[in-house]
């Protein structure tokens, strides 16, 4: 059986595992006795990664059938500062997985998303994990956080997401929210007024934001970067998830 | 005259069953679908099959057991009863027991018959809807109208068979009391089953495990949706059946009490209005389509007020040329448009396109308790027109036919309620094709089928919803005034055997008898929601240890055992039956028996008022918490996900038995009580203690 590397973002984690990445993801989310449920983001490593940071050989040869013939479904082979010391080239597929199960496999895409105007909410995936509004497109907060020498919250690499606004991105004060599911909306909106009124790019508007990352919420897809590139995984439109994906997209949008 | 309307009623009575007949067999000729649509399809008939087959065993015995005490009791000429010499009439006692059972059986035959045809015309509906609409919207609508048909026909059939060889509007009160029996398990055993199912799923499937409604694999998902059937198909065709026979009896009844050379003409005029109203709903129903983009809601809203319009045109006819009397007109006409109002009200309250709904659901970011006190007092206050429209019925009709010399006031009111009623065809051909596309849109998931097919389902289900809070609205109005001609005819029958009633506030029997009448329903209501809980509460663990004992179940490698959730089900919905059935015929006689006639009037007022104000309150307020949450889900306030959608699902979730347990359940409690209580009139007339 072959055995697969992944990088979990929840919570930050490299593990070995003999299950496929639809498996994995299902195993992930609801636990093998499936007592248990929640999201999953994870990317597969390339097999032939290794690093000295890591034990990999050793969490490969732990990796192993159980006596019973049914596969090993994981080997943590580190949980700290994990992100940070895997390069962007050895990443290869993201996986966004549903509370219940349900695995939806992404490419990394060619080009990154247009900045367009108006601003912006990003969730933090990892290393940390806070809800944030800027005033800087995807790529500009990518470089702010990861690549600016002067500032003083500086992180060596970052996964995000960027979070639809809709009209609260043109006018926060005045824009009904829709079916933008936030808590504490009247806060987002003070959030992103201030960004219009002070001299401040971002601002944090939870340090703990609860219930995962609604997948319906994302503007366009998740990026995930460090000092030597940044590289984005496009999230399909709306038709094509529902046409190509409609129980992943179902069990997500509940 | 009298014996040839009777004559045409049992021949369109037939003409009916025969035109059910004829769809079922179209419904059946339709494509099944896949192997796999078909097999789930399967699971849900099955389950239906195996609830209807325990709850007809239950029906038997219990109309075995009264069919015996019937024929007892009414062995001895009552109005001799308490003199020292009485003579026994076994035919008698024999007569009403069999009309007793007939009541049943025909209620039975008619509630079977819209199961058997919606366990069949779910699957392709679905089938039919990835087609097109229209085709889906067909199959279901044509399929709900099999339950509508057999069951006015079995009604006018039953009831014109028992007055032509009696010709004693009495026995038919025992034909009335057959059916209510048996509607009375049907409706609150229907109601219970399917909210255990629905909530044990939903509980367990969306908020422990995280998957979606209708997911097959869920181990509830096939109990939820034989559930739809057994509540929303038999259940809610049994209660009509009930009311529309029970407003026919009452009128009749009132119509025999009448002195005057024309007393037959009026005592069988209720069976022609409803020999009218199926001529009517056979010809509306064949109006009910949908263009190429057309709404299926507006097309079932279309064919109700088609079909009335038509019936009011028939009615017209007769009683400007058979010589009747304007005033039934009046009474006719009135009790029809205020049926029509009445329904169309609750839609105000229900439909997330007025105040109501949008506003519960704005309100639902501020937490789950305010979208409780905002949807209960929004359902308290949507009791507002259709009481004031039985007010107006009532009154109106009173006066008018009082008036006329001819007829009396009582009878108006009866004849109010029955032409309410008489184009039930139509109303229930619409409100059964409701759980049949809810079932066609479970299929269509459980199935795989393409997403196309669940969004176009999704649309007719929609309707389906518009359709049954409508039909409660009418059912639950059309009950106020069949109870409330039946209450005359309870004080008829009390008097003609000699003794005065006296329902007066001042008396502490009557006073007595209105409190303890008026603690029934809220008991029953009570009763009925517990056993919901208790269901739930054992099939959210027979949940739990199937994900638990077979982890392949939630990985999609291996099918549940749904057979167990089915079967727990069933019976959590038949063993709660007995305390729910005793208050119904059991409670009224003890109070009849031990405080005496006065008070058992007093009872039935207390009984009515809060009945039908709970029936009201608990239909709309539950509705409009569903179609809040529902309008959450559409992308307002949040949707999915938002506070205001965890506060709307908290809402629906305390709705769910609100409305399809205890709520419709209630007409049904105060016409059986009614019933009870005329029909053993001469006998509390003869015995009571006080």
């Known amino acids: 059986m072959t055995v697969h590397l992944y990088l979990s973002l929840i919570p930050e984690a490299l593990i070995a595992s003999m299950l496929s990445p639809e498996e994995f993801g299902a195993y992930y989310a609801v636990g093998s006795e499936k007592r248990s449920r929640g999201q999953a983001i994870f990317f597969e490593i390339d097999p032939k990664f290794r690093s000295k940071e890591f034990r990999i050989e050793e969490g490969i040869q732990r990796c192993i059938p159980h006596e019973d013939g049914t596969p090993k479904r994981s080997i943590y082979i580190s949980v700290y500062r994990v992100l940070e010391n895997i390069p962007m080239n050895a990443i290869k597929k993201l996986y966004l997985t549903t509370q219940d199960g349900r695995t939806l496999e992404l490419e990394p895409s060619k080009r990154l998303p247009l900045d367009d105007a108006g601003l912006h909410l990003y969730r933090e995936i990892s290393p940390v994990t806070p809800l944030v509004v800027s005033t800087d497109g995807p790529k500009a907060f990518y470089e702010l956080i990861v690549k600016n020498p002067t500032s003083l919250i500086k992180l060596?690499?970052?996964?995000?997401?960027?979070?639809r606004l809709d009209g609260l991105a043109k006018d926060p004060k005045n824009a009904e929210i829709g079916d933008l599911p936030y808590a504490n909306v009247e806060h987002l909106r003070s959030c992103l007024v201030d960004l219009h009124t002070k001299q401040v790019m971002t601002k944090m508007v939870d340090r703990i934001p609860s219930g995962g990352i609604p997948y319906r919420t994302i503007k366009n897809g998740i990026f995930i970067g460090n000092q030597e590139k940044l590289i984005f995984f496009a999230l399909p439109e709306e038709k094509k998830l529902v046409d190509k994906h409609y129980q992943w997209w179902r069990s997500a949008t509940m | 005259m009298t014996q040839t309307w009777l004559i045409v009623g049992i021949v369109s009575g037939f003409i009916s069953l025969g035109a059910a007949l004829a769809i079922y067999f179209w419904v059946v000729r339709q494509d099944p679908g896949s192997e796999r649509a078909r097999q789930v399809a399967k699971w849900i008939s099955d389950g239906a099959a195996s609830y209807l087959k325990r709850l007809y065993t239950v029906l038997a015995m219990v109309a075995t057991v009264l069919a015996f005490v019937i024929a007892i009791v009414f062995s001895f000429n009552l109005t001799q009863l308490g003199s020292g010499s009485v003579d026994i009439a076994p035919s008698h006692g024999i007569t009403m027991a069999v009309a007793f059972v007939f009541g049943a059986l025909c209620s039975a035959i008619a509630g079977y018959m819209g199961m058997t045809v919606a366990v069949k015309a779910n699957v392709r509906s679905a089938v039919a809807v990835s087609d097109t609409l229209n085709k889906g919207f067909r199959v279901a609508f044509y399929a709900g109208s099999v339950m509508g048909l057999a069951m006015v026909g079995m009604a006018v059939i039953g009831m014109s068979i028992i007055f032509m060889i009696t010709g004693n509007p009495e026995t038919v009160l025992g034909f009335s009391f057959g059916a209510s029996t048996l509607a009375l398990l049907a409706k609150a055993g229907g109601g219970i089953y399917t909210k255990t199912a629905d909530i044990a799923a939903d509980l367990v499937g969306k908020v422990e495990v995280g998957i979606p409604e209708d997911d097959p694999r869920n181990p509830a998902v096939v109990a939820d949706n034989v559930g739809d059937n057994v509540g929303d198909v038999a259940g809610m065709g049994a209660d009509i059946f009930d009311s529309y026979v029970a407003s026919t009896v009452a009128a009749m009844l009132l119509g025999a009490a009448m002195a005057g050379p024309d007393t037959l003409k009026y005592t069988i005029f209720p069976l022609v209005l409803c020999t009218l109203g199926i001529f009517a709903s056979l010809i509306g129903i064949q109006f009910v389509r949908v263009g190429k983009n057309g709404k299926p809601g507006a097309a079932l809203n279309f064919g109700t007020i088609f079909t009335c319009v038509l019936f009011a045109a028939m009615v017209?006819?007769?009683?400007?040329?058979?010589?009747?009397?304007?005033?039934?007109?009046?009474?006719?006409?009135?009790?029809?448009?205020?049926?029509v109002v009445i329904g169309f009200t609750t839609e105000f309250f229900t439909s997330d396109e007025y105040k109501p709904v949008q506003e519960t659901a704005r309100v639902s970011g501020s937490g789950a308790a305010i979208t409780i006190i905002t949807g209960f007092s929004y359902g308290l206050l949507s009791i507002v027109p259709s009481i004031v429209g039985i007010v107006i019925a009532t009154l109106v009709s009173y006066f008018i036919s009082d008036a006329s010399g001819v007829i009396s006031g009582v009878y108006g009111i009866g004849i109010s309620a029955v032409?309410?009623?008489?184009?039930?065809?139509?109303?229930?051909?619409?409100?059964?094709?409701g759980p049949i596309v809810d079932n066609a849109r479970g299929i269509a998931e459980m199935a795989g089928m393409d997403h196309e097919v669940i969004e176009r389902a999704d649309v007719l289900d929609s309707a389906g919803n518009t359709a049954k809070a409508i039909t409660k609205g009418f059912s639950i109005s059309a009950a106020a005034l069949t109870v409330l001609a039946l209450f005359a005819a309870y004080a008829t029958v009390i008097e003609a055997r000699g003794l005065t009633i006296n329902i007066s506030l001042r008396s502490p029997m009557v006073i007595a008898g209105v409190l303890l009448g008026a603690m029934t329903p809220p008991v029953f209501s009570a009763l009925t929601m517990l056993s919901v809980t208790k269901g739930a509460f054992g099939m959210i663990e027979e949940i739990r240890r199937q994900f638990k004992a077979d982890p392949g179940i939630l990985a999609g490698t291996s099918l549940p055992d749904y057979n167990r959730c089915v079967s727990l089900a069933a019976d959590g919905a038949l063993t709660s039956l007995i305390l729910p059935a005793f208050l119904a015929v059991g409670f009224p006689l003890l109070v009849g028996f031990v405080l005496g006639p006065d008070a058992l009037g007093g009872f039935l007022g207390g009984a009515i008022f809060t009945g039908v104000i709970f029936a009201l309150l608990m239909a709309n307020a539950g509705g409009l918490w569903d179609n809040a949450k529902k309008?959450?889900?559409?992308?307002?306030?949040?949707?999915?996900?938002?506070?205001?959608?965890?506060?709307?699902?908290?809402?629906?979730?305390?709705?769910?038995?609100?409305?399809?347990?205890?709520?419709?359940?209630?007409?049904?409690?105060?016409?059986?009580?009614?019933?009870?209580?005329?029909?053993?009139?001469?006998v509390i007339a003869a015995f009571h203690l006080f």
């Open chain 1, 156 to 163: 060596p690499s970052i996964c995000f997401a960027e979070l």
């Open chain 2, 316 to 339: 017209i006819v007769l009683v400007l040329t058979g010589g009747y009397d304007m005033s039934v007109l009046w009474s006719t006409l009135i009790g029809l448009t205020t049926g």
């Open chain 2, 419 to 433: 032409g309410m009623l008489a184009v039930s065809g139509m109303i229930v051909s619409a409100d059964a094709y």
């Open chain 2, 631 to 682: 309008f959450i889900e559409t992308g307002a306030f949040g949707g999915v996900g938002s506070e205001a959608h965890k506060a709307g699902v908290i809402g629906d979730t305390v709705g769910d038995p609100f409305k399809d347990t205890a709520g419709p359940s209630l007409n049904t409690l105060i016409t059986v009580m009614s019933l009870v209580s005329s029909l053993f009139a001469p």
